[in-house]
């Protein structure tokens, strides 16, 4: 079944279902949750007060996890942007979905296929309304675009701010800010772009208030360039980097206070994380893990993992269980009553059970045997099994992830066993992933836009 055939038969179920095109509209007891993921670029594992961090003060996203289950253990599919994002959107490893090498500048012409059946579309299905309000870079030609990748509502920029990218658009007046494909401005100040996605993030939330929705609020920061208003500027004992954080804490309160206010919050789930590790020398910190962005040490990919939604996640809870982005796809899924494509492998596993507040039916484990690590090339690196993690080298280091999650000792001659285990596990991983990748996609390129340009 290929992708038009499954949207076009699951509104065929639905009509069924209700008997008509456009079902009577439900009690909203009976709607299906809302799912907002406020997704950040760059942020590290270290940069929360709740992940330890003393200099940067986040009360509202501490007292999110306080009031949810924050995960210790929670993984963004690669250590770079346009990978991690391709794999939260399709629930599948950036190789399984051809965006696993680098990230995608202004002037690719590739792009997230448009046969890849993203979150946003699945959720339509089941008659959700959807929004991406913030960083893109899952391709820029027509075909790739959010609002032809299953979003009813974009705005923001599909590029970085850096010099790297913003270099494409200095002849035509910046980089743009868009609303869904119109140009709002060139070039936005990197300093404005949280406040102006928050004011876009509530005015979307108030106008779907009576409807299941999806929103992927993708901030821009603390990606480099920093920048943050001046109310914000000064506030943290961190510097730029702390007050650029100190402002996403803000931004994250307005919307929680908002699902309050509009009594959404015991139907909304929200999720706050980040698509890779720090950049140390912009100030970002991995806490106590070791590497960074773009490295496959832990800093480089595991990263803040907090689901809140009073009523459906267990409040105060650590879980210490693996659990990825990729997981967010099956999950919602399931929970919005939506079905799961049968015609390709969905690397994302359910973790609804880790998060029902009902501790007596919390299963003992993670969903995933193994967790695989890319580098930034999507050459698969390392392995973790339960407590074990092996860098494949070689040579092969092996680190006991409970008790040194900073990989300091290694222990693989000690663990041959061990070694061998996993060393299979990525073995068979890899061969299964070659045999059964999906293309990239790929576009003309585009005269109005730097593909085309000489
Ligand atoms: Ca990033």
């Known amino acids: 079944m290929d992708r038009r055939a499954f949207l076009t038969g699951m509104g065929a179920a639905a009509i069924t279902l209700h008997g008509s095109a456009s079902p009577a509209p439900r009690k909203k007891e009976t709607l299906p949750p809302n799912f907002i993921v406020i997704f950040c670029d760059d942020l590290g594992y270290g940069d929360l007060g709740c992940y330890g961090a003393t200099q940067i003060h986040t009360p509202r996203i501490d007292r999110m996890a306080a009031e949810g289950t924050r995960?210790?253990?929670?993984?963004?599919?690669?250590?770079?942007?346009?990978?991690?994002?391709?794999?939260?959107?399709?629930?599948?490893?950036?190789?399984?979905?051809?965006?696993?090498?680098?990230?995608?500048r202004p002037n690719a012409v590739t792009g997230l296929h448009p046969d890849e059946i993203t979150l946003a579309e699945l959720l339509k299905t089941a008659g959700y309304r959807t929004g991406c309000i913030g960083k893109w870079h899952l391709g820029f030609l027509p075909p790739f675009r959010p609002t032809r990748q299953g979003?009813?509502?974009?705005?923001?920029?599909?590029?970085?701010?850096?010099?790297?990218?913003?270099?494409?658009?200095?002849?035509?007046?910046?980089?743009?800010?868009?609303?869904?494909?119109?140009?709002?401005?060139?070039?936005?100040?990197?300093?404005?772009?949280?406040?102006?996605?928050?004011?876009?993030?509530?005015?979307?939330i108030r106008e779907n208030r009576d409807r299941p929705f999806f929103l992927y609020l993708s901030h821009h920061t603390p990606h480099l360039p920093l920048g943050v208003s001046a109310r914000f500027k000064g506030r943290s004992a961190a510097g730029l980097?702390?007050?650029?954080?100190?402002?996403?804490?803000?931004?994250?309160?307005?919307?929680?206070?908002?699902?309050?206010?509009?009594?959404?919050?015991?139907?909304?789930?929200?999720?706050?994380?980040?698509?890779?590790?720090?950049?140390?020398?912009?100030?970002?910190?991995?806490?106590?893990?070791?590497?960074s962005k773009n490295t496959v040490f832990e800093g480089g990919l595991r990263v803040p993992g907090i689901i809140w939604?009073?009523?459906?996640?267990?409040?105060?809870?650590?879980?210490?269980?693996?659990?990825?982005?990729?997981?967010l796809?099956?999950?919602?899924?399931?929970?919005?009553?939506?079905?799961?494509?049968?015609?390709?492998?969905i690397d994302g596993r359910d973790i609804g059970p880790l998060l029902t507040p009902d501790p007596a039916t919390a299963p003992p484990g993670s969903p995933h045997e193994a967790f695989f690590y890319?580098?930034?090339?999507?050459?698969?690196?390392?392995?973790?099994?339960?407590?074990?993690?092996?860098?494949l080298g070689p040579p092969p280091a092996l680190y006991d992830l409970e008790t040194d999650r900073?990989?300091?000792?290694?222990?693989?001659?000690?663990?041959?066993?061990?070694?061998?285990r996993l060393a299979k596990l990525a073995a068979e991983f890899d061969a299964e992933l070659s045999r059964n990748a999906r293309p990239v996609g790929r576009a003309e390129a585009d005269p109005d836009w730097p593909s085309g340009r000489k």
């Open 309 to 327: 939604g009073p009523s459906r996640v267990a409040s105060a809870r650590v879980c210490r269980q693996l659990a990825t982005t990729m997981d």
């Open 151 to 204: 979003f009813d509502y974009y705005f923001g920029l599909y590029h970085n701010l850096d010099d790297v990218e913003t270099v494409y658009f200095k002849d035509v007046g910046g980089t743009p800010l868009l609303r869904n494909d119109a140009v709002v401005k060139r070039a936005p100040d990197p300093g404005e772009l949280t406040e102006l996605y928050t004011e876009e993030a509530v005015h979307f």
């Open 406 to 420: 900073a990989e300091k000792n290694n222990t693989a001659d000690a663990n041959g066993d061990v070694v061998g």
């Open 329 to 345: 796809y099956p999950t919602f899924a399931r929970m919005a009553g939506a079905t799961l494509p049968a015609d390709r492998t």
């Open 241 to 291: 980097y702390g007050d650029v954080i100190e402002c996403l804490d803000w931004s994250t309160g307005v919307i929680l206070d908002l699902l309050q206010e509009l009594r959404l919050d015991s139907r909304t789930l929200v999720v706050f994380t980040s698509d890779n590790g720090p950049v140390l020398k912009a100030g970002g910190s991995a806490g106590p893990l070791r590497g």
């Open 71 to 104: 995960f210790t253990d929670f993984y963004a599919a690669a250590p770079l942007c346009t990978p991690s994002r391709a794999a939260l959107l399709t629930g599948c490893y950036p190789r399984r979905v051809g965006l696993h090498q680098w990230v995608l």
């Open 374 to 391: 890319h580098d930034g090339q999507g050459v698969l690196r390392a392995v973790r099994s339960g407590r074990w993690k092996l860098h």
